[in-house]
């Protein structure tokens, strides 16, 4: 699993890097097309640097080239909002940082912070004045894939892939032949005298960090009672602090950034903490599934064998392999049951929306239960299995890979698992995840009889 101490490149993005533009001469139909230098050496059973062909940003390029869809240019925001309504994210994911982990630093600062929305699959990066927008998405069985949109009303509507100079920052495993892409979630340090951290450069958050060891050089609205965290606070390293540094007593509990900066150019007034919470969940269940497919597959491959793909069953593996796959697959095992996930010390509320509107997205299971459901008191799920197993990039793991993870569901749900985990779920949640599981996965519901 991603280490919370690994220490990550101050160019590294809180979640795209920059990319370069696309020349205007190039035809939009090669955009997305062309192959992307990668590594020297990649994962043969991968094939990252190929043209990637099933996300939602590659499916809008598609409606853009045959003229299906124009995106709508408007002199506040650009294509942003056009893009947004095309891509299926709503406004009111809006997260803002003003920590210059970018190689737009020169553009982002607490006057003018980056913008950051996102769906289940997608996200996408906005900074007013700059003339790009930056997209990531999330392939089936290959992970974050980057993109990038010219921003500029007389630059054609193309979407244009994003290869070395993305992965330089958001590929730090560098194991087995190449790296593994990934989102990044970060915190940086801040200017507070109550900091305890001795961490030299921003570090990666996930659901395992303590809250108060969050949001350095974010903002963050909402509530969360006595719960500390560094949002809102100046950076130890940045100037233009001015404003925060002055409103550091009343940074909490805020409803709305206006008193902070000209909230104008943004879509919305907020930074809104259930949207940070869930985005630090997302990014981190998706990033361990994309490991663990990277390093099963290069484990079992020989010879650009792709043994993964035809091995079946668990029972089919080896001795060694089954070995092997365990160390995998156990940790993903226990992000999914947010097993070490660190504790709410309070209730947490979302004033932006955005937490009723995320709980809603899902067609109600039994007794009107869904895993999207979040809880906000003690946790951020109220069913403490991810959504995320519903989602095409969980289900695109290896079939032995879901063989086993499908097994091990089953077993912590009835209360057999010997690690631990079913002892954190009582029974009644376990039911409940049970039933949802069985009428919402075709997957793992024949795991579950």
């Known amino acids: 699993m991603v280490s919370k101490d690994m220490k990550i490149p101050r160019t590294a993005l809180a979640l795209a890097l920059l990319a370069t533009l696309p020349p205007a001469a190039t035809a939009a139909a090669d955009l997305l097309e062309q192959p992307i230098a990668r590594y020297e050496q990649e994962y043969p059973q991968i094939g990252y640097s190929a043209p990637a062909r099933d996300n939602r940003v590659w499916r809008l390029q598609q409606r853009l080239q045959s003229g299906e869809l124009v995106l709508a240019w408007e002199a506040r925001w650009g294509y942003l909002r056009s893009l947004l309504a095309a891509l299926q994210i709503e406004p009111d994911s809006q997260v803002l940082v003003y920590s210059k982990t970018s190689l737009q630093f020169e553009?982002?600062?607490?006057?003018?912070?980056?913008?950051?929305?996102?769906?289940?699959?997608t996200y996408v990066g906005y900074v007013p004045g700059s003339p790009l927008i930056e997209l990531v998405a999330i392939e089936p069985g290959r992970g974050p894939v980057?993109?990038?949109?010219?921003?500029?009303?007389?630059?054609?509507?193309?979407?244009?892939?994003?290869?070395?100079?993305?992965?330089?920052?958001?590929?730090?495993?560098?194991?087995m032949g190449g790296g593994i892409p990934r989102v990044l979630v970060m915190s940086a340090p801040v200017d507070d005298p109550a900091e305890a951290r001795t961490a030299p450069s921003a570090t990666e958050t996930d659901d395992r960090t303590?809250?108060?060891?969050?949001w350095g050089g974010w903002y963050v609205t909402g509530k969360t009672g006595t719960q500390r965290h560094f949002g809102n606070l100046p950076l130890r390293e940045s100037a233009g602090g001015e404003t925060l540094r002055a409103k550091r007593a009343s940074r909490s509990d805020l409803a709305t950034l206006r008193d902070y900066f000209d909230t104008s150019p943004y879509l919305r007034e907020t930074s809104d903490v259930a949207a940070l919470l869930v985005l630090e969940h997302q990014t981190y269940i998706q990033n361990a599934v994309t490991r663990v497919n990277y390093k099963l597959r290069a484990a079992l491959g020989r010879d650009g064998e792709d043994r993964a793909a035809s091995l079946r069953q668990w029972s089919e593996a080896s001795q060694r392999e089954q070995t092997l796959m365990r160390a995998m697959l156990e940790p993903l095992l226990r992000a999914l049951f947010f097993h070490d996930a660190a504790p709410f010390e309070d209730r947490i509320v979302s004033t932006g929306g955005f937490a009723a509107?995320?709980?809603?997205?899902?067609?109600?299971?039994?007794?009107?239960?869904s895993l999207r459901e979040l809880d906000l008191a003690s946790r951020l799920q109220r069913h403490r299995l991810s959504y995320l197993v519903l989602s095409p990039h969980f289900e695109a793991l290896p079939p032995v890979a879901l063989d086993y993870l499908g097994g091990r569901i089953a077993e912590v749900l009835a209360g057999r698992d010997a690690t631990g985990i079913s002892e954190r779920l009582p029974a009644a949640e376990r039911a409940a995840i049970r039933e949802i599981l069985q009428a919402a996965s075709p997957v793992l519901a024949g795991y579950l009889k």
């Open 210 to 214: 303590p809250l108060d060891q969050r």
């Open 357 to 369: 509107r995320f709980s809603a997205l899902a067609a109600a299971g039994p007794q009107g239960r």
């Open 146 to 175: 980057f993109f990038a949109l010219e921003n500029r009303q007389a630059a054609p509507q193309a979407l244009r892939r994003e290869g070395n100079v993305c992965v330089a920052c958001h590929d730090t495993f560098t194991l």
């Open 107 to 121: 553009s982002i600062s607490p006057a003018n912070p980056r913008a950051i929305y996102f769906n289940d699959d």
